[in-house]
């Protein structure tokens, strides 16, 4: 994933401090506006000081460091820049010093944000939407006045998942639609697993869950070294002599750390993955809904097409397999097999949500130094078996008018919303129709970007294109409509979003395509099909299943490992 400045300062060289609250901005002295908000309830604040320990890395990888830290059930960001090249950046990231979490009630109502500070045990509630709870929890984070400016990306961001039903506005009314008792997303567990927990029917359904990571491990895959980060909370913006005495007792602590990582990783062996020529194991998977339902659901968009409702819907299913699976293990295949521009373990376990192993072909959105950028994914065929059928279905797909309209339908909504928070004569169109090749497929890929509106914040720009037309369809408000009718369960984090914020205002998200969620007794995987007139409901049916294949086989193929990790009830090893 492409990395934050870890700069949260970096547009305020002069000391003043900009505070985003979401209705406005505050100049003035970083300590004046803190103490102010302080003493007008504005709820807690998170100053943070880094501290960093350079290593020399060329004899390590990510994983490795993965399996040296498991204990303390890490997050994973890597990247395969177009599914082929590694990313310069790979992060691990654990111990949270904060917690955002927003949920709705089953029972009906509006959502509420919990923030939750773990080095004080302190806890806030805020009664707001979902986007100005998020705007009000990046303002609690910030690096200390009296500390220098990180040489390290990631440092301050937050990390985490956004659930695709943040686009119905945060009420669980809306939300929750038609959907069975017996099944639940992410937050929401299935009726087997509710029993096992003792859950009660109105269990919440988190929409965003985000945390601040205390330790950072990042890797930097051109300097061939690694960054041992330990973020330090301190309560106030002052550096007094307490503040002084405890940044010196976390310096000793941090570097005997940093000496154990790397006595550990000197420890450190995996086993090997299976050969790409061994036999996958046979393993039984169960869709729901069945592929009866799904043709009938594929007609019933295409009558909607016909009477002129909608343009394009992107109709999804559920594959489910049982059993006991190691994250981590599966996430090793899935990086071998489907390497990725957003590969992700993403562990929420600790805070109330699951674990999730993804390597996504494709961005949400990107705001960097105020550039906002977006990459629509439209038209799909599969692999060739041969270098020649490879080529003849890339030319298949170039020709395809059918794929051509929906693609472009797709660019005009990417375009559109670039332009409502951009300046639209900054809006252009960087690449268009380009080919991208993945492990089972190809798309048909663009990239857009535009210069963010000095008056738009980045969250507003987040919440104005999520979620993406490509995983939704168009118009968006009708299709969303349709997707709630049709389809038996919300989708959880399946289409929502999945990366990093900054409270500077950079941030990355991918869309949660090609995604595995692990929970107690098994796992699933989502994948959809776009819907346009001139589809053919059993094509659209093999789509699911072509889009599914690499999360299925690396599944599979961890199973055959003699002795596989298990999964509790919270996604990670026993």
């Not at 990631?154 to 959907?179: D, T």
């Not at 697993?193 to 950072?216: N, Q």
């Amino acid at each position: 994933m492409d990395a934050p400045s870890g700069d949260p300062d970096r547009k305020r060289r002069d000391g003043a401090f900009d505070v985003r609250l979401g209705t406005g901005r505050t100049s003035g002295t970083l300590a004046e506006n803190v103490h102010a908000l302080l003493r007008s309830g504005g709820g807690l604040f998170l100053f943070y000081y880094p501290l960093v320990r350079k290593l020399y890395a060329d004899a390590w990888t990510p994983v490795v460091a993965y399996e040296a830290l498991r204990a303390e059930r890490p997050t994973l960001l890597e990247s395969a820049e177009h599914g082929v090249r590694v990313g310069r950046y790979s992060v691990l990231a654990y111990r949270p010093l904060l917690t955002f979490t927003y949920a709705v009630e089953s029972a009906g109502g509006p959502g509420a944000a919990r923030i939750r500070d773990l080095s004080s045990g302190t806890e806030e509630r805020l009664a707001e939407t979902p986007e100005a709870a998020l705007e009000a929890f990046l303002t609690r984070i910030r690096r200390h006045p009296g500390a220098p400016a990180p040489d390290v990306p990631f440092v301050g961001a937050a990390i985490g998942a956004f659930s695709f039903e943040l686009a119905y506005g945060g009420k669980a009314s809306v939300i929750r639609g038609p959907a069975t008792p017996e099944k639940g997303p992410e937050g929401a567990p299935r009726a087997k697993d509710a029993r096992a927990k003792g859950a009660s029917a109105a269990d919440p359904l988190a929409l965003i869950r985000l945390f601040l990571p205390g330790r950072l491990v990042v890797f930097d895959h051109l300097t061939k070294t690694a960054a041992y980060v330990g973020l330090v909370p301190l309560s106030s913006p002052e550096l007094g002599s307490a503040e002084r005495a405890a940044l010196t007792e976390a310096e000793a602590a941090l570097e005997a750390e940093a000496e154990a990582f790397v006595a550990r990783l000197g420890k450190t062996a995996l086993p090997a993955l299976q050969g790409d020529r061994e036999e996958v194991p046979e393993m039984p998977v169960t869709a729901e809904p069945v592929d009866g339902a799904f043709v009938e659901q594929v007609g019933s968009v295409l009558a909607a097409v016909r009477r002129g409702a909608v343009e394009q819907v992107v109709l999804s299913r559920r594959y489910e397999v049982a059993g006991t699976f190691d994250p981590f293990l599966v996430y090793r295949y899935l990086r071998a097999e489907n390497p990725s521009p957003y590969l992700f373990l993403l562990d929420l376990s600790g805070f109330g949500g699951d674990v999730y192993a993804g390597s996504s072909p494709e961005s949400l959105v990107r705001i960097e130094g105020g550039r906002i950028s977006t990459r629509p994914i439209a038209g799909t065929r599969p692999r060739g078996k041969t270098p020649e059928e490879d080529a003849r279905l890339e030319a298949e797909l170039l020709a395809d008018a059918k794929e051509a309209a929906e693609h472009d339908m797709l660019v005009r909504l990417a375009e559109d919303d670039l332009r409502a928070v951009a300046d639209p004569e900054t809006v252009r169109i960087e690449a268009y129709r380009t080919v991208e090749r993945y492990s089972h497929v190809m798309h048909l890929v663009s990239h857009l970007s535009g210069r963010l509106r000095r008056e738009v914040t980045p969250v507003e720009a987040l919440f104005r294109l999520f979620p993406a037309g490509t995983v939704s369809g168009a118009p968006r408000a009708a299709a969303l409509a349709l997707i709630r009718r049709l389809e038996p369960e919300p989708r959880g984090l399946y289409a929502g979003g999945v990366g990093w914020i900054h409270p500077d205002g950079d941030l990355d998200l991918a869309i949660a395509i090609r995604t595995i969620r692990f929970y107690a007794g098994g796992a699933t995987v989502q994948a959809g099909a776009g819907i346009v007139a001139g589809s053919v409901p059993e094509r659209e049916l093999e789509e699911t299943r072509r889009k599914a294949m690499a999360l299925l086989r690396a599944l599979a193929r961890s199973t055959a490992h003699a002795e596989p990790f298990a999964a509790t009830g919270k996604g990670h090893r026993q």
